[in-house]
C-alpha cells in the first residue's frame, strides 16, 4: 500500500473526496490516500508542501501559481473546480462601512500574506481603480474563526471568503456583505509535489481518475443538496444556488488560463516575472 497524503479547505467544494476515501475507493489501487483539512488555506498549504508535510493540495489557483513561480517545487496536474469561486467582501455587522467603495483605504483581514484572502484584495481593488499602494492595508487574523471574532473587535476593516461558506454567519448577524468579486478563472486545481510526480506518476494518476468519475456524477446525486445542507450547516436554498453555479473539472489548466493568470498577478505586482507553462503545468 502506497502512503499519501492531501491537503484541502473543509469545504462543500471538496465533499466528492470524502466520498471517495470513505468508501476506500483508493485501496482498491493500492493507495491509502490520507486528507488534512487546511482552515488556513491556501498560504497554509504551500507552506505544507514546501515542507513535504502533504504530496497534494485542492489549492486557489492563484495562490499556487504565485508560490510555485516564487520557488514552490510542485505543479499543477487538473482543475478540480472550473468555475469561478465567488469571493464575498464581509464586515462586521456593526462596522460603519456600507459598500465596497467605503472600504478604500482600509485594512483588509486576510488569513495570511499568499493567502487567496490576500490576493483577490488585490484583484478587488484593481476591479474598483483603487490605488495599489496606498489604498490597500493588511490584517493578518489566520483563518475564517479568527476573522468571526476578530472583525466585530476592529481588527481589519473587511474580508474575503468564498459566500456560501460565508452565507451562514451573514445570516447570523455577525458578518454584512457588501459585494461580491469572482475569480476570473477556474478557482481550485489539484497541486502535486515534483519529487512525487517524478517517482511515481501512476499513482498520481490512478486516484486522479477516482476523484474525476466522482466529480463527474456528484451533481446528479439523489439528495446531494439536502445532504450538503445538512453536513455544512447551510440553507437548502443556498447550497441549491451554489450547486447550479459549481461545475467540476477533469482536465487540466490550460495555457490561456494560466497566462490570464500569471499577467493578472504580474500586473498586481505580486510575481515578478512569468514563466513558462512547463514550470506550471504537468501533464499526467
Not at 165 to 176: A, E, L, S
Not at 225 to 246: C, H, I, M, P
Not at 277 to 284: L, N, Y
Request: with cysteine; glycine share 6%; charged share 25%.
Amino acid at each position: 500500500m502506497k502512503n499519501f497524503k492531501i491537503g484541502g479547505v473543509p469545504e462543500h467544494f471538496n465533499y466528492p473526496w470524502y466520498l471517495t476515501l470513505k468508501d476506500k475507493q483508493y485501496h482498491k489501487q493500492e493507495i491509502d490516500l490520507r486528507w488534512i483539512d487546511f482552515y488556513g488555506g491556501t498560504g497554509q498549504m504551500n507552506k505544507a508542501l514546501r515542507n513535504k508535510e502533504i504530496d497534494m493540495a485542492v489549492i486557489l489557483t492563484e495562490g499556487i501559481v504565485r508560490d510555485i513561480i516564487k520557488g514552490n517545487e510542485a505543479k499543477i496536474v487538473q482543475v478540480f473546480v472550473k468555475s469561478p469561486l465567488i469571493w464575498g467582501i464581509h464586515v462586521a455587522e456593526n462596522s460603519k462601512y456600507q459598500t465596497v467603495s467605503d472600504l478604500k483605504g482600509t485594512k483588509a483581514a486576510i488569513s495570511r500574506f499568499g493567502s487567496g484572502s490576500h490576493l483577490m484584495a488585490f484583484i478587488n481593488a484593481k476591479n474598483h481603480h483603487w490605488d495599489l499602494e496606498t489604498d490597500l492595508k493588511f490584517k493578518v487574523i489566520d483563518d475564517l474563526e479568527g476573522a468571526l471574532k476578530g472583525l466585530p473587535e476592529g481588527k481589519g476593516d473587511y474580508f474575503m471568503w468564498e459566500k456560501f461558506t460565508t452565507k451562514p454567519y451573514v445570516d447570523q448577524g455577525i458578518f454584512r456583505r457588501v459585494g461580491n468579486c469572482p475569480t476570473p478563472w477556474p478557482c481550485f486545481v489539484i497541486a502535486v509535489r515534483n519529487d512525487i510526480l517524478e517517482n511515481d506518476p501512476q499513482s498520481i494518476k490512478a486516484i486522479l481518475d477516482i476523484i474525476n468519475t466522482e466529480t463527474e456524477k456528484f451533481k446528479s446525486f439523489p439528495g446531494i443538496d439536502a445532504l450538503l445542507s445538512k453536513r455544512y450547516q447551510q440553507k437548502l436554498e443556498d447550497v441549491q444556488e451554489w450547486l447550479s453555479l459549481t461545475e467540476w473539472s477533469q482536465q487540466n489548466l490550460t495555457e490561456i488560463e494560466l497566462n490570464e493568470v500569471q499577467n493578472q498577478l504580474f500586473d498586481l505586482k505580486l510575481i515578478n516575472k512569468k514563466v513558462p507553462s512547463e514550470k506550471i503545468i504537468a501533464k499526467i
